[in-house]
């Protein structure tokens, strides 16, 4: 997991092929003036959803993990808080992985939590179990799917 300022976004483009070209639409648009969505950045490769959100208390919210993607997270209106946890040491998953949704949540808790403000990211990798959505009141929110 990565957690940065946006304008700091290019300092992690050798983490991953496909960052460089994430970071550099963000430098193209205006997140708070998008309309909720799904924006294709390179075909299955990279797209982003503009979501706007009521957030959740921290035992409403499940940690969730991706195989396929990584997701870059950025608050654009609002704080957001997310519980994390390595995946390694989740014991309680819900299900299976639906493949088709790159998704499985568990029940374990967060061993810790964190707070983005606007113009804040998070970076979660497959190996990263995270919680969004955790708060008070009502954010919007990027995120970006990125093939790992």
Known sequence: MILDAVSNGEFYNTLNPRFAKAFAYLKTI????MAEGKYEIDGKEIFMSVVER???TPEEAALEVHDKYIDIQIVVAGQ???GWKD???CASPRGEMSVEKDILFYDDKPSTYFTLQPGEFAIFFPGDAHAPLVGQ????????????
């Open 87 to 89: 995946r390694k040491v």
């Open 30 to 33: 205006d997140p708070a003036a």
């Open 54 to 56: 009521d957030l959740k």
């Open 137 to 148: 009141g009502h954010i919007k929110k990027c995120i970006i799917k990125v093939l790992a």
């Open 80 to 82: 957001e808080s997310f």
